[in-house]
């Protein structure tokens, strides 16, 4: 299954940029996530508990990331093995461009499941995967729009906590 959209971030390229190689931040965006760990030069592990129609399933795998253009474009791939549920691989293209109001993001997913996922029909497979990516980047917005915000970056109630933006830049 193939699909394709486009969200508006309201922060700039290198801070999408620099959520999409952290670990920590992966692990807060990707639906189901349990564990993440890694680095972009090796990849990342990841332990994902989803439910899918009637299919529970704890997937462990590898996310590799490739064809790297600094603060422009990336290439997620993965795969995971969920036992006797069967494995789910895909990736997604993921492009980022400078706006009047921060980033448009834009991204080409494509996704392929087998074993009992594969029994349950293409509709509802679809139907999650395009969920699963519309959380996950909903997620990474979310995630971004607040921490990254330099306007939260000044309110008191911000103050004594770093977001991950502020642990890489040093900023408080």
């Known amino acids: 299954m193939k699909m394709s959209d486009t969200r508006e971030i309201a922060?700039?390229?290198?801070?999408?940029?620099?959520?999409?190689l952290d670990a920590d931040t992966l692990k807060a965006c990707v639906p189901?996530?349990?564990?993440?760990?890694?680095?972009p030069e090796t990849g990342f592990e990841a332990t994902v508990v989803q439910k899918v129609g009637p299919v529970k399933a704890t997937f462990k795998g590898q996310v590799a990331l490739s064809d790297?253009?600094?603060?422009e474009s990336l290439t997620i791939s993965g795969e995971g093995?969920?036992?006797?549920?069967?494995?789910?691989?895909?990736?997604?293209?993921?492009?980022?461009a400078p706006?009047?109001?921060?980033t448009t993001l834009s991204y080409d997913v494509e996704a392929k499941v087998g074993g009992k996922l594969a029994q349950l029909g293409s509709r509802i497979i679809d139907g999650?995967?395009?969920?699963?990516a519309d959380q996950f980047f909903s997620n990474l917005q979310t995630h971004l729009?607040?921490?990254a915000d330099s306007e939260a970056d000044d309110a008191p109630e911000a103050d004594g906590k770093k977001g991950w933006?502020?642990?890489?830049?040093?900023?408080s």
């Not at 922060?11 to 999409?20: D, E, I, K, S, T």
């Not at 189901?32 to 680095?39: D, K, R």
């Not at 933006?165 to 900023?171: A, F």
């Open 11 to 20: 922060a700039q390229p290198a801070a999408v940029y620099a959520a999409l």
């Open 32 to 39: 189901g996530a349990t564990e993440v760990s890694g680095s």
């Open 68 to 71: 790297m253009t600094e603060n």
């Open 81 to 96: 093995k969920g036992g006797a549920a069967g494995f789910a691989k895909g990736g997604a293209e993921v492009r980022l």
């Open 99 to 102: 706006s009047d109001t921060g």
């Open 128 to 132: 999650f995967a395009k969920k699963m």
């Open 145 to 147: 729009e607040g921490p």
């Open 165 to 171: 933006l502020g642990r890489i830049t040093g900023k």
